[in-house]
Structures are given as C-alpha cells and as structure tokens.
Nanobody
Framework: QVQLVESGGGLVQAGGSLRLSCAAS????????IGWFRQPPGKEREFVAA????????YYADSVKGRFTISRDNAKNTAYLQMNSLKPEDTAVYYC????????????????????WGQGTQVTVSS
C-alpha cells in the first residue's frame, strides 16, 4: 500500500505559477510510477503528467506541455508538479496517483490503471 497526500493548491491569477507536491508513505521502498490527473468542474478526470521511478520516462498531456513540469525526489518520497503560465482552463482538483513498477504502462492516460490516489488539491486560476 502507498498513501499519497497532495499539497500546494490554491488561487492564482492567469499567468501565475503554482507547485504541487505529492508526499508518499507506506510501501515506498518498492519502485512506483507517479501520475498527476485533474478533474475540472463537471468534467471527467483527465491525465496531466506521469513520471517513472527513475525519472527517465516522462509524459505530458498536450494541453500542459511546455507549461508544466513533473519531477520526483525518491529520497524524500515526494513528487512535484510545477505549473507555470496558468490559464483559467487549468482550474480543477488535482490528484496524484501511483502504481508499482519501474516503468509506465502504455495505458498511463487511463485513471483505472493507477492503484493509489491522493485526496486531491484544488487549483483555481482566475482570469
């Protein structure tokens, strides 16, 4: 079992930045991939970014590519999502997720393959 806790959300003006953190606890000695998803109001949960255990494999949704950066510090059992040039359409509840393994599944965009989820943190971008 891996427990995940997100932090760092808040209210920011368009063009601003936020950094989300995802702290993992529990079975963190085993390799696990980390993903970030978001759920805008009234919409389905969508993929944002994913990073492998080593950090050598990273994926981004097209909508955030060039603006968001995913990273992780395994010594601290923490992953990050640096969000720059935020837009009102980035407003959502952001979730981090994890599943065990060294690699990232080819189905990484699907929420159903991710085993563990945090409680989410709200990000609101005002225009």
């Amino acid at each position: 079992q891996v427990q995940l806790v997100e932090s760092g959300g808040g209210l920011v003006q368009a063009g601003g930045s936020l950094r989300l953190s995802c702290a993992a606890s529990g079975r963190t000695f085993s390799p696990y991939a980390i993903g970030w998803f978001r759920q805008p109001p009234g919409k389905e949960r969508e993929f944002v970014a994913a990073i492998s255990w080593s950090g050598g494999i990273i994926y981004y949704a097209d909508s955030v590519k060039g603006r968001f950066t995913i990273s992780r510090d395994n010594a601290k059992n923490t992953a990050y999502l640096q969000m720059n040039s935020l837009k009102p359409e980035d407003t959502a509840v952001y979730y981090c997720a994890a599943y065990g393994g060294n690699m990232i599944s080819s189905d990484y965009k699907s929420p159903r393959i991710w085993s563990y989820w945090g409680q989410g943190t709200q990000v609101t971008v005002s225009s």
